[in-house]
């Protein structure tokens, strides 16, 4: 299984673009990347997916190099209601396995 | 369409008892997990099921029972609970195995069980 290193914690202010880079230097060939968001008293909840290159929703985009060893989750000009929990998860099995992830906090 | 149900939102035990933790789901998924949630160490996976009949281990599986006999129910049994098992519950639900593309998960909301 491959594992993920992500920062504990980030802050930022409101209308700012947030960047937060997962590390998978082990990842395999069939291993895809994906984030989950959770606020509290919640489950998380999925955000965005991908593979290779870059992928864009409507509320993120996820950056992948060529070599996939890391990820970057980027939100686009961030709000209050963006202050919670990001994970990275990188799996090509049933057994998912999620880290800490990384704790947003923002401020007005 | 409820999505993923959890029941009990809140339980206190005592050091002994057991109890099950309900998990239901309305999406016709095929594969359901159960994680536990402490406070910095993120979400850890107990026991998971890929389809009615067929559950297997997590990276936590002890002093914890599943069972999947059907495709919408997948319950977490505490035998006899510990305070070491003072937790937030998540169930979680995928169309299909989640190391598919596109086949994410969907957690609910929880159950927080505290056990004296």
């Known amino acids: 299984l491959a594992k993920t290193t992500q920062p504990i914690s980030m802050d930022s202010y409101e209308g700012q673009e947030v960047n937060i880079t997962c590390s998978h230097n082990?990842?395999?060939?069939?291993?895809?990347i994906t984030w989950y968001q959770q606020f509290p008293s919640q489950g998380p909840r999925f955000i965005i997916q991908g593979y290779k290159t870059k992928v864009t929703n409507e509320v993120a985009s996820l950056f992948i190099p060529a070599d996939r060893k890391s990820s970057t989750l980027s939100l686009p000009r961030v709000s209050l209601s963006d202050t919670a929990v990001y994970y990275c998860l990188v799996s090509n099995t049933d057994k998912l396995i999620f880290g800490t992830g990384t704790r947003l906090q923002v401020f007005p | 369409n409820a999505g993923v149900t959890q029941t009990p939102k809140f339980q206190v035990l005592k050091t002994g008892q057991s109890m099950t933790l309900q998990c239901a789901q309305d999406?016709?998924?095929?594969?359901m997990s159960w994680y536990r949630q402490d406070p910095g160490m993120g979400l850890r996976l107990i026991h998971y099921s890929v389809g009615a009949g067929i559950t297997d281990q997590g990276e936590v599986p002890n002093g914890y029972n599943v069972s999947r006999s059907t495709t919408e129910d997948f319950p977490l049994r505490l035998l006899s609970a510990a305070p070491s098992q003072t937790s937030v519950y998540f169930c979680?639900?995928?169309?299909?195995?989640?190391?598919?593309?596109?086949?994410?998960?969907?957690f609910g909301n929880g159950t927080r069980l505290t056990v004296t």
């Open positions: 082990n990842i395999a060939t069939n291993d895809y």
């Open positions: 979680a639900s995928s169309l299909q195995d989640p190391s598919s593309y596109n086949s994410p998960l969907h």
């Open positions: 999406m016709n998924h095929e594969y």
